[in-house]
């Protein structure tokens, strides 16, 4: 029998400008990148953990060239060349979404894991900061937190007849997406992050049901503090150390990070698991 195919939506990496800890060892998973090391992020590191498992993974984001340089830095971590493809789309609009789904291979079983940025990566911050007190917060920047919400359901509305076809066929069909766990609590300058991350929790709820009825798997995986390098300019370090300050996230301590790994495990639980759980919660050290 044929092994499904991981689709996996917002593939990036950032390069590294500091460098966390927790009991001696660094906290980021590395991919390298022109020459040099870099951190992947959330999508990355499950397409490589998956890769590695032996499941073939169909990579997407916005440019092929950046994701020519993620396939050949899986490569040289150990994954094979034959299960790594990818389909350049910028899923925050209508004609990419078309262009990704049309470039899907037909008749396989394909899961999709959905873990795509602020603005699918269309939207830069200034600074690179989303941690904000709420008179500072743009109504730019609360567009680009809830574009994600929007092109999860402009995808879905695309996926769900593929998803259809292969429960015909007999196929198996599954949805994980990767929310945050700032979608279940909230904290000082979070209103626009928690707002969009809220909505994105509430809308798996709504839709997870419906889909369920047709056989169709949702799950929602939640990271809290992950080393993706999102962590690393000095605004967004000087604004999360106040917010731990202000909220005892880390009852107490300085700010520590998970490993993305965590989250590509998790991801990984959720579509091969025998007994998965609807919700999987990666907290850093100490996080609450």
Avoid at 111 to 117: D, E, P, R, T
């Amino acid at each position: 029998m044929n092994k499904p195919i991981i689709l996996i939506t917002g593939c990036g990496y950032k390069p590294i400008a500091h460098i966390y800890e927790f009991e001696g060892k660094p906290t980021h998973n590395e991919i390298v990148i022109d020459g040099e090391k870099h951190k992947m992020n959330i999508g990355t590191v499950a397409a490589y953990f998956i890769c590695k498992k032996g499941y073939e993974v169909i990579m997407v984001s916005r440019t092929a060239d950046n994701l020519e340089k993620i396939k050949q830095g899986l490569i040289k971590l150990g994954c094979k060349d034959k299960l790594i493809s990818y389909i350049a789309a910028d899923i925050t609009t209508d004609e990419g979404i078309s262009a990704l789904t049309d470039s899907l291979p037909k008749g396989s079983e394909i899961y999709w894991v959905q873990s795509i940025g602020m603005g699918g990566g269309s939207y830069k911050v200034p600074n690179d900061n989303i941690y904000l007190p709420f008179e500072q917060i743009s109504p730019d920047l609360i567009d680009a937190e809830m574009q994600i919400v929007t092109a999860t359901h402009k995808l879905i509305l695309k996926m769900v007849p593929i998803f259809r076809k292969q429960l015909k066929n007999g196929q198996k069909a599954k949805v994980c997406i990767v929310t945050s766990m700032s979608g279940e609590r909230g904290y000082h300058f979070g209103a626009t992050h928690v707002a969009a991350k809220h909505a994105l929790v509430g809308y798996i709820k709504g839709i997870e049901k419906e889909l369920y009825d047709e056989g169709i798997e949702v799950y929602d995986v939640r990271p809290g503090g992950i080393d993706t390098g999102m962590y690393d300019n000095p605004h967004t370090r000087k604004a999360v150390e106040e917010i731990s300050k202000r909220t005892n996230m880390w009852g107490g301590k300085e700010p520590i990070y998970a490993e993305p790994i965590k989250v590509a495990q998790a991801i990984y639980r959720a579509l091969f698991s025998k007994k998965p759980k609807r919700t999987y919660k990666i907290l850093a050290p100490f996080q609450k």
